[in-house]
Every structure is written in structure tokens, then in C-alpha cells.
């Protein structure tokens, strides 16, 4: 008889640890600023994909692409320089806020997400368009001394010229 107490509590020890641990394990982990903005960044440029008509890749990330010229040459990494023409537009306009009148060249890790997450997906000579959600753009910040807004989608039409 002096042993059930114990092994009881003993047992009763490790139900409470277990249930402890459970509870800590299934708790719902509540998304931050970030991850609510980027949902709602998806849901906007699908929805306009869809209105448009037009079938991008999915990145992981939450980029969307179109290759509309699929080159042959080097893809770039992100330690390389890329020399492109590009053009900028904010998402569901065609107010461009930014573009190269010639060939730019840019290191890749001196650019926004959305440009270090599509140029490595394009060999040398490919043209493409990236909907890029604003977390991948200029974010809650906002860019171009006030051009581009806080959390705005921005589309970029690119032609990747060369891959240093």
C-alpha cells in the first residue's frame, strides 16, 4: 500500500508534464504584421491574375512570375550582378513609378526581396514580369523618397541582359 501513492503521483507527475507540453504544442500561434500583409499582398495579386487572365508561377516567397522569353544563358545567384531593363508599375495600374531608359547594372544583393527572389529563376536573355507582394518590395517603409507607398504590390517588367 505505500507504494500505489507514489507510483500514482509519479505517474500523475508525467500526465501532468505530458498535458503541459500539449497544450504549449497545439496553442494557436497568432501570425504577425508581416505574415497578415503578405496574405492579403497574395489574395490581391491573385485576384488579379485572375481578373487579367494570366497564368504566373508561384514562388514560395509569395512572388508570382510570368517568363514570357525563356533565354539560354548563366542564371544568376545571389552574389552576381545582373544587367537589365526594367519597368515599374504599381499593381492593377499602369502608373509607372520607376524604369531604366538603358541597361542598368545592379548586385543583386543591393535590390528589393522580389528582384533577389526572381532574377536567379531567369537564364541570361529572358524577359519576364514579377507581381511582387510589398513585403518583398519596400514593405511598411515605402520607397522612392515617398513614390511608392507604404504595403504597395508592385508588377516589374524585366529583361535580364547579362549575368556578372
Known amino acids: 500500500m505505500g507504494r500505489t501513492p507514489l507510483l500514482n503521483l509519479s505517474i500523475m507527475k508525467n500526465i501532468f508534464f505530458l498535458l503541459l507540453i500539449l497544450s504549449i504544442a497545439c496553442a494557436p500561434v497568432k501570425e504577425t ?5 503578405l496574405k492579403k499582398d497574395i489574395a490581391a495579386i491573385d485576384k488579379f ?3 487579367n487572365h494570366v497564368e504566373a508561377q508561384k514562388d514560395s516567397s509569395g512572388l508570382r512570375y510570368v ?3 525563356m ?3 548563366a542564371k544568376p545567384t545571389l552574389a552576381s550582378s545582373v544587367t537589365v531593363r526594367y519597368v515599374g508599375v504599381f499593381l492593377g495600374t499602369i502608373q509607372i513609378f520607376d524604369k531604366s531608359e538603358k541597361p542598368v547594372t ?9 528582384w533577389r527572389v526572381g532574377f ?6 529572358s524577359k519576364a514580369t514579377f507581381y511582387v507582394p ?3 518590395a519596400y514593405g511598411k517603409r515605402g520607397g522612392g523618397g515617398g513614390i511608392i507607398p507604404p504595403d504597395s504590390n ?3 517588367s524585366v529583361e535580364l541582359i547579362d549575368v556578372q
Open 49 to 51: 491574375l485572375k481578373a
Open 154 to 156: 508592385l508588377v516589374f
Open 33 to 37: 504584421p508581416e505574415e497578415k500583409q
Open 134 to 136: 510589398s513585403g518583398l
Open 71 to 73: 533565354g539560354t544563358g
Open 120 to 125: 536567379p529563376l531567369l537564364p541570361k536573355g
Open 67 to 69: 517568363i514570357s522569353e
Open 106 to 114: 545592379l548586385s543583386l544583393d543591393r535590390v528589393i526581396n522580389g
